[in-house]
T-cell receptor
Framework: NAGVTQTPKFQVLKTGQSMTLQCAQD?????MSWYRQDPGMGLRLIHY???????DQGEVPNGYNVSRSTTEDFPLRLLSAAPSQTSVYFC?????????????FGPGTRLLVL | GDSVTQMEGPVTLSEEAFLTINCTYT??????LFWYVQYPGEGLQLLLK?????DKGSNKGFEATYRKETTSFHLEKGSVQVSDSAVYFC?????????????FGTGTRLQVTL
């Protein structure tokens, strides 16, 4: 049981390049989310999914796309990278909705956009 | 909207000192409250949680009590260790929300020295 895994761990991009951050979980969780972590701002929700085929926007969705074709995977796509997207990205999952659920986080992807 | 306010860091303590990290929140109704910890180079891990007023969450010697009257969820530990050095995040989940939509505070860095 690997929990939540993310790849790559670190990536450098040039402005305008595109890339996909991978996230996978092996806990059969329905709910998955992407957050970005910036200094002094805590974690902010980018996109989330309540199940395969269902996604929705979070607090800071601009410049990012997601899809959820399987329960296990929830990739985050940067369509045209900008320096403002330099951040640490965390994927999280939980078994179901509700106020008592615990989210499990991946180790993060550190992204630098030049 | 919902928000979480944490005390500014960094907090520097000597080993065996008493720790308090303040957290207050603004939310509609009675959210669930969480403390997450992020050790250097790692993702976030759930430290403790409380899902209703007057509940006390506890784990690894850390405690926090859900105070509805003061809208607070302060983190305490009686005797910190060097291994407790990390960033601590307070977070809330609305009662009517989904597990994917946590609202985080900005985090408080704790540094424990010998």
């Amino acid at each position: 049981n690997a929990g939540v895994t993310q790849t790559p761990k670190f990536q450098v991009l040039k402005t305008g390049q595109s890339m996909t951050l991978q996230c996978a979980q092996d806990m059969n969780h329905e709910y998955m989310s992407w957050y970005r972590q910036d200094p002094g701002m805590g974690l902010r929700l980018i996109h989330y999914s309540v199940g395969a085929g269902i996604t929705d926007q979070g607090e800071v969705p601009n410049g990012y796309n997601v899809s959820r074709s399987t329960t296990e995977d929830f990739p985050l796509r940067l369509l045209s990278a900008a320096p403002s997207q330099t951040s640490v990205y965390f994927c999280a999952s939980s078994s179901s909705g509700g106020a008592k659920e615990t989210q499990y986080f991946g180790p993060g992807t550190r992204l630098l956009v030049l | 909207g919902d928000s979480v306010t944490q005390m500014e860091g960094p907090v520097t303590l000597s080993e065996e000192a008493f720790l308090t990290i303040n957290c207050t929140y603004t939310a509609t109704g009675y959210p669930s409250l969480f403390w997450y910890v992020q050790y250097p180079g790692e993702g976030l891990q759930l430290l403790l949680k409380a899902t209703k007023a007057d509940d006390k969450g506890s784990n690894k010697g850390f405690e926090a009590t859900y105070r509805k009257e003061t809208t607070s969820f302060h983190l305490e530990k009686g005797s910190v260790q060097v291994s407790d050095s990390a960033v601590y995040f307070c977070a809330l989940l609305p009662l009517t929300g989904t597990a994917s939509k946590l609202t985080f505070g900005t985090g408080t860095r704790l540094q424990v020295t010998l």
